[in-house]
């Protein structure tokens, strides 16, 4: 079992910069990938970026050198630094852990909200 809690979303204005956080419950080394997921009212809940065990980093086209994921394994938490935020990047993000032994693990997520 994996607890995943986010935080560090919030309502910026367009062109601005928020920071996401998703703390595990248990070590890293546990967790093969690490990934940021969103989902926009009325539409599919769609990748944004993953990060693995080894530190490869995997990213959506539209955040592509806006977006930057990251972790900090002595604190169980992978970051995404978001940068230069535009009005679609609004939606509720999501954390997500697929373990070493194949169980899969949700946050509860948090609403980012870019205005223009």
């Known amino acids: 079992q994996v607890q995943l809690v986010e935080s560090g979303g919030g309502l910026v204005q367009a062109g601005g910069s928020l920071r996401l956080s998703c703390a595990a419950s248990?070590?890293?080394?546990?967790?093969?990938?690490t990934g940021w997921y969103r989902q926009a009212p009325g539409k599919q809940r769609e990748l944004v970026a993953t990060i693995t065990n080894g530190g490869t980093a995997n990213y959506a086209d539209s955040v592509k050198g806006r977006f930057t994921i990251s972790r900090e394994n002595a604190k169980n938490t992978v970051y995404l630094q978001m940068n230069s935020l535009k009005p679609e990047d609004t939606a509720v993000y999501y954390c997500?852990?697929?373990?070493?032994?194949?169980?899969?693990?949700w946050g509860q997520g948090t609403q980012v909200t870019v205005s223009s």
């Open positions: 997500n852990a697929q373990l070493f032994i194949g169980a899969d693990y």
């Open positions: 248990r070590s890293p080394f546990s967790i093969k990938t």
